[in-house]
């Protein structure tokens, strides 16, 4: 039995793009069937010592120190719509390596 | 032609953007080969969100108007023109008559571009054609010709799009991203005015040598990124200065916290209602730009998480409050206020242009924010029409305060075309070809030389 997976979505002021990210994330996540809680956040307001995610997408460069915590995809291709199949399928690898 | 118009715009106005932005975003929708369902739900979430930010708005409008005034009076700094920021502000702007018709405009301004090769930037950052409705707005409102604010709107338009293309290759290579380019006229905008004076400080070597540290930076004044942190401080300070009592001043300082957090969030329901046309027209265009190679135009917040980036707009916090009380008497009446937190915007596409060197990033912000002061100040009549404009819909108690928008009235182009519109409409139009067809032939040579030498060297940050 897996627990839910934990998704970051992290753009640079947590409304524009991470809000484009959301939907389509969720709607991926329902074509595979997969449940997970989708949080949005700015950058800014990353606080190393409390991420708790499986991954985390981005539109913008993520820190050292968060990047340690957590496997970061890069979310620009799900804004661009060039590339966004393969950065889905990359986030569905990490979530799905990390079953527990 | 000219009447016909004004009758559409006054229509328009009649029926509000609650009722027109819908109707627009569907048709829109099934224009671009939405079905009925997803169109109809993209339009209905947008009109949601209107209610959500016009509510907002008012909170806000209702806590500046009862310091706004009290502050400049006691404090005698005269500053006593209100920042409404950026969310507040684009809401508005699309409930004008322009703005309502901004986003088919623009779509279909872009794509024709594209397809006669004038630019190579197609902008999927739909919700960001605000800006440009934002300028014809304001020339709405100074010369009461719904005509004349379209025409200022293409214009916008097609100069984001220039800057743009003419920015590419340094921000590309700045910040290692590829096939994008940023048309984004809140950080775009002051390209043309920053670069001058960028090749100039980047020739005082001493500041260069200081080499300020953006990590150290942003654990230093990390807080201070934090919009709902910089709200309490402002709100409580304000409301201090203001005289008022301490229960006021603590329930100020949560309201505006409260702004800075709410008023974004129901910005991005309307993006979630704007975003599957934003999709479908994205699809669209690069159905008809097929072959041809572009650029994918974004919002600059791609670029904020650079730490160089986020480090200068901190910064600019202190700078900006410093600013507007310098310049008081010299043509500034601005408060910084709301848009205090997005420094980040000015900076992020000013941080190339000095190879990302904060400290020198951060004078850039400050020449460029320094003169943009008095443009807010000289926009303000215009903006407080705006925001009494919506005042329908909006329960700000008018008459009370004059409000200003620190990141879009701040921008060189705004002003510029605010007041080439305001002459005979000939020559408003002939000046703006003039200017579009020198900004096309320069934008044959990209931003380079030393720049992209320098560029080169540092190479921005991961």
């Known amino acids: ?100 | 032609m000219e009447s016909f118009l004004e009758t559409i715009g006054n229509f328009l106005n009649t029926l509000g953007p609650l009722i027109v932005l819908p109707i627009v975003i569907t048709i829109l929708g099934l224009i671009l080969g939405q079905p009925f369902g997803r169109a109809f739900r993209s339009g209905l979430l947008t009109a949601i969100a209107f209610v959500g930010i016009f509510l907002t708005v008012g909170l806000l409008g209702t806590q500046v108007s009862t310091i706004g005034m009290a502050f400049a009076e006691r404090t005698g700094t005269g500053l006593d023109i209100i920042d409404i920021g950026w969310p507040a502000a684009s809401a508005l702007a699309y409930s004008t008559p322009v703005g309502n018709l901004i986003i088919p405009i623009g779509i279909a301004l872009n794509v024709i571009l594209l397809l006669l090769g004038l630019t190579r930037t197609l902008d999927i950052d739909i919700w960001n054609f605000w800006h440009m409705a934002f300028v014809g707005a304001i020339v709405q409102f100074v010369t009461g010709s719904f005509g004349l604010a379209l025409i200022a709107a293409a214009v916008s338009l097609v100069m984001a799009l220039f800057l743009a293309d003419w920015s590419a290759p340094l921000i590309q290579k700045h910040f290692k991203m590829s096939g994008i380019s940023i048309p984004h006229l809140q950080s775009a905008g002051y390209m043309l005015l920053a670069v001058p004076f960028a090749m100039l400080i980047n020739r005082i070597g001493f500041l260069r040598n200081l080499n300020l540290n953006p990590d150290t930076v942003r654990k230093r004044l990390g807080l201070l990124g934090e919009p709902i942190v910089l709200g309490l401080i402002i709100g409580v300070l304000l409301a201090a200065l203001a005289g008022q009592g301490l229960q006021d001043i603590l329930l100020t300082g949560v309201n505006i916290a409260a702004v800075m957090l709410l008023i974004p969030r129901m910005v991005a329901i309307l993006m979630e209602g704007l975003t599957p046309v934003a999709d479908a027209a994205r699809d669209f265009m690069t159905r008809r730009a097929a072959g041809r190679e572009f650029h994918i135009g974004l919002d600059s917040a791609v670029l904020i998480g650079d730490p160089a980036v986020i480090a200068s707009g901190l910064l600019m916090v202190p700078v900006e409050i410093l600013l507007a009380l310098a310049l008081a008497g010299l043509g500034n009446r601005t408060l910084p206020f709301i848009d205090l937190a997005d420094g980040v915007f000015v900076t992020a596409m000013l941080v190339p242009l000095v190879a990302g060197d904060v400290i020198l990033a951060t004078l850039l912000g400050a020449i460029v924010m320094g003169i943009g002061l008095v443009f807010t100040t000289l926009l303000a009549p215009a903006v407080t029409q705006m925001v009494t404009a919506a005042a329908v819909s909006v329960d700000i108690p008018a008459g009370f305060a004059t409000y200003t928008v620190m990141s879009d009235a701040a921008i060189p182009s705004s002003y510029g075309l605010y007041y080439l519109f305001q002459t005979p409409a000939v020559i408003a139009v002939i000046v703006s070809l003039a200017i579009l067809v020198g900004l096309f032939f320069l934008k044959r040579r990209p931003l380079g030389g030393k720049m992209m030498e320098m560029a080169e060297k540092s190479g921005g940050s991961d």
């Open chain 1, 1 to 100: 039995m897996t627990r839910p997976k934990k998704i970051y979505l992290v753009c640079a002021t947590g409304i524009a793009t991470s809000t484009m990210l959301r939907l389509r994330v969720e709607a991926f996540l329902q074509e595979h069937s997969i449940e997970a809680t989708v949080r949005q956040y700015r950058v800014a307001e990353l606080n190393p010592s409390l991420v708790d995610a499986d991954v985390i997408l981005a539109t913008t460069s993520i820190p050292e120190d968060i990047r340690a915590k957590a496997p970061v995809v890069d979310g620009l291709p799900l804004v661009t719509g060039i590339g966004q199949a393969e950065a889905l399928q990359k986030m569905l690898d990490i979530l799905q390596s990390k079953s527990d």
